[in-house]
Nanobody
Framework: EVQLVESGGGMVQPGGSLRLSCAASGFAFSSYDMSWVRQPPGKGPEWVSGINSDGGNPYYLDSVKGRFTISRDNAKNTLYLQMNSLKPEDTALYYC???????????????????WGQGTQVTVSS
């Protein structure tokens, strides 16, 4: 059974930090490019960050560059997102997702992904 299980979300004040984790099982995690996609309340999904299967070439949404860092540990089948200097506009449900082979890593289209987690809520509020 394929599983992507996110954790690490929560409520923080503006300027705070959170580290999201996504534990993968049931598929060849090390062969998949992975992304973090978020869905703010009342809005559509928004791609946030992606990383190639070998851990090289991280990509970021412009609004999170310099604040978020994506990484992965293929030995542990885990994807991470370190989020610093959080802003209220970062409030969203954050999903990790495994991209279909050959798809552009910045895609938000649901059908471009083979696997999705259940999401973890991040709320940034004073």
């Amino acid at each position: 059974e394929v599983q992507l299980v996110e954790s690490g979300g929560g409520m923080v004040q503006p300027g705070g930090s959170l580290r999201l984790s996504c534990a993968a099982s049931g598929f060849a995690f090390s062969s998949y490019d992975m992304s973090w996609v978020r869905q703010p309340p009342g809005k559509g999904p928004e791609w946030v960050s992606g990383i190639n299967s070998d851990g090289g070439n991280p990509y970021y949404l412009d609004s999170v560059k310099g604040r978020f860092t994506i990484s992965r540990d293929n030995a542990k089948n885990t994807l991470y997102l370190q989020m610093n200097s959080l802003k209220p506009e970062d409030t969203a449900l954050y999903y990790c997702a495994g991209l279909k082979p050959g798809v552009v890593i910045t895609t938000t289209l649901v059908y471009d992904y083979d696997y999705w987690g259940q999401g973890t809520q991040v709320t940034v509020s004073s």
